[in-house]
């Protein structure tokens, strides 16, 4: 039997956050879901009126960077308010509780809250010998993950780990490191890759995904839109000297200290979907290129195997990833003769153009 | 377009901009993203109806495809610019974000990319052909939505969103911290 949920607001409140403090936390979400101002009021409205979802975080193979990152999130504010929606239930980082209390919380939260939780899973399952790779409280992992995913309305896969396999999953992958959604088949998915993904794609997601109830717009990777749409590559502030010709030939050379463009000295900016250039780290202070060093394609699939972090990005195949975000090349574009133009020409302005409705996909019946 | 050989005031003009992209494409040649069935070309030239005194264009390269914003000559110098700044702009089509770059010799422009590599593209009438589809739908305003006139040109906010204006994240936090728990 289902238990009757409090609201987001009432939790919120009941954990001696201000009314005043709760609108901020509004203001600063719509601002971090790259929505206008105008849709705070549709956030507070929401947490107000609709009962509040549990949230259950599982730790597979993972090194725990992505809490690091989420419970680093930019805003203090941010993060207490999220964690204190989120804490309630299960983390086995943050959470009081440990041993067998602990995992006797995990199972009565999901009898207490079958059908009704979010799970979010850092790290993936790893498979070889009956999962025994990874054996958290005393069972492998991966039969906790079947069991928790079965009550789920929905998961989120931490980082490049849940989403990909990330550094387990390496060649020749001997734990058999499998992401999540390649093991639960049968329920919605959000990958939110990167190691870390950035704190504020977590608490955005996150907090979407509460407020609204529902998943945002994923791309064919099962990525949200609104922050794995571009590239690096498009929105990185070197970009003019890249346009230029002018690079970092050797690292520390005159052109390294001009902060010249990267690409030669390995930089996977060109292949890599992230939000690094854009919201960049650390409460938006920098990132990896802007402190000297290239990207190197942590949120991609595979980023392991494909060769050093200092080979140059190089073969038209390489950037044929650019479909996986669901861009359409002119070459792979489903019209003929004149209208391949106009069709890429359409696509490329709905890419570079910021809007907040295209980015989110909020209408106004669900706010 | 009335455009002077020097804009002055470090502004960019179409020939420098071209000129220094010529001049790219020496060094470029050769590196594996460059397609060698393209050429360096400025296309569309024409003056943005929202701004007064700027011209926006596309530029084709071997590598890449940028929308380009330049100064018409005889307007006041863009203040305060340098590489790697981002500005925001609302063009008919939506907000778009640029980037400023400079032609070599101080001349500023803004840029904002539409491809890049251009591997898809199979030969320079093909990128002139999306180039200038692209310039034509984001001078089109999207259906149902008017044009907005008189918009400036803004910086973005130094780290957007993360905090209210006048107020530290670390004064935020203190006064949140004192008045209210």
């Known amino acids: 039997m289902p238990a009757k949920l409090e609201t987001f607001y009432e939790v919120i409140r009941r954990q001696g956050i201000s009314r005043r403090n709760f609108l901020k936390f509004c203001s600063l979400t719509a601002a971090s879901l790259g929505l206008g101002p105008a849709f705070a009021p549709k ?10 979802i549990p949230v259950l ?17 930019a805003h203090p504010l941010v993060s207490d308010v999220v964690l204190s929606m989120i804490s309630l239930d299960y983390d086995d980082t943050i959470m009081a509780a440990a041993g067998h209390q602990a995992e006797a919380i995990l199972t009565e939260a999901r009898e207490k809250y079958h059908g009704q939780y979010i799970l979010a899973v850092e790290g993936n399952p790893p498979l070889a010998g009956d999962g025994m790779y990874c054996f958290p409280g005393g069972r492998p992992f991966v039969d906790t993950l079947k069991d928790m995913a079965a009550g789920a309305q929905a998961i989120i896969s931490w980082g490049s780990c849940a989403s990909y396999g990330c550094v387990q999953a390496a060649k020749p992958n001997p734990t058999q490191a499998t992401p999540v959604h390649k ?60 346009d230029a010709g002018q690079f970092v030939e050797a690292w520390d050379d005159e052109n390294a200290k001009k902060g010249y463009c990267l690409y030669k000295m390995g930089c996977k900016g060109p292949t890599t979907y992230n939000a690094c250039s854009s919201i960049r780290w650390n409460e938006g202070v920098s990132f990896p290129i802007q402190s000297g060093h290239g990207c190197i394609g942590c949120s991609e699939d595979g980023f392991w195997d494909k060769g050093s ?16 975000a669901d861009q359409v090349g002119i070459a792979a574009a489903s019209v003929v003769g004149g209208a391949i133009a106009a069709h890429a020409a359409a696509s490329v302005v709905k890419r570079i153009t910021q809007s907040p409705e295209e980015r989110g996909h909020i209408d106004d019946h669900h706010g | 377009m009335g455009m002077a050989g020097s804009a002055g005031g470090g502004m960019a003009t179409r020939d ?76 008919p089509c939506g907000p778009v974000r640029f980037v400023v770059g400079d032609d070599g010799n101080g001349g500023f422009y803004q840029m904002c990319s ?9 030969d320079h009438g093909m990128a002139q052909e999306v180039a ?50």
């Not at chain 2, 926006?56 to 863009?78: H, S």
């Not at chain 2, 999207?142 to 905090?163: F, I, L, M, R």
């Open chain 1, 43 to 52: 956030i507070a409205e929401a947490m107000e009126t609709k009962p509040r």
């Open chain 1, 57 to 73: 975080w599982l730790h597979g193979l993972e090194c725990t960077c992505c809490t690091e990152s989420f419970v680093r999130s």
């Open chain 1, 183 to 242: 093991v639960i088949t049968d329920k919605p998915i959000i990958n939110v890759p990167g190691c870390p993904p950035i704190a504020e794609v977590m608490t955005g997601v996150v907090t979407y995904l509460l407020t609204f109830g529902r998943l945002p717009e994923l791309d064919s990777q099962k990525r949200p839109k609104m922050f794995y749409s571009q590239r690096i590559h498009d929105k990185c502030y070197r970009r003019p000297h890249f």
């Open chain 1, 309 to 324: 972090f200092y080979d140059r990005v190089s073969g038209i195949k390489q950037f044929g990833i650019e479909k996986n």
């Open chain 2, 16 to 91: 420098s901009v071209l000129h220094c992209f010529q001049q790219a494409n020496q060094r470029m040649a050769g590196l594996p993203v460059h397609n060698p069935a393209l050429q360096v070309e400025v296309r569309g030239v024409q003056p943005l109806a929202m701004q007064d005194g700027v011209l926006i264009a596309v530029l084709i390269t071997p590598w890449c495809m940028n929308l380009i914003l330049l100064r018409q000559a005889g307007a006041e110098p863009w203040q305060g610019f340098y590489t790697g700044l981002e500005r925001d702009l609302a063009l």
């Open chain 2, 114 to 122: 539409l491809f890049s590599p251009m591997d898809d593209f199979p």
């Open chain 2, 132 to 181: 200038d589809e692209t310039l034509k739908a984001v001078l089109t305003p999207p259906a149902g939505v008017e044009v907005q006139h008189d918009v400036p040109v803004t910086e973005p906010a130094p780290d957007a969103g993360a905090e209210p204006e006048g107020v530290s994240r670390r004064g935020l936090l203190r006064g949140w911290r004192r008045e209210d728990l």
